[in-house]
């Protein structure tokens, strides 16, 4: 049986890597104080509210909203549809793009 591939583009898995990686180095404080940065990022990713669930689950959320995003027939792969005006902003050149632009803002 062949091994499943991601339907997450290199580009964008190696962005969503570094944020989750910086996430967990920030001190609880700062990433209190980042959580609307993040949630706005997810919230745009899902294309409707999504509920706050804390600072120790808002990466999970965004990984599985990238991975929706991607998947999504609308991106041009197989897999979980989910709001199309997201998808459209969010092709993998733009979603790696926003996904490293919150990585920098975590700094």
Partial sequence: ??????????????????VAQRWQQLPLGHALSYMPLV?????????QDVPDLGPA???DQLT????D???SPA?????AGVDSAAVTRAV???LAA???ALRRALA
Avoid: K
Avoid at 39 to 47: D, K, N, P, T, Y
């Fill in 1 to 18: 049986m062949a091994p499943a591939t991601s339907p997450v583009p290199p580009e964008v898995a190696e962005e969503l890597r570094r």
């Fill in 39 to 47: 949630r706005s990022v997810v919230v745009e990713l899902a294309g």
């Fill in 57 to 59: 689950a808002v990466i």
């Fill in 64 to 67: 599985v909203l990238v991975y």
């Fill in 69 to 71: 995003t991607c998947a």
């Fill in 75 to 79: 991106s041009g792969r197989s897999g």
């Fill in 92 to 94: 993998p050149g733009q």
């Fill in 98 to 100: 926003q996904l490293a």
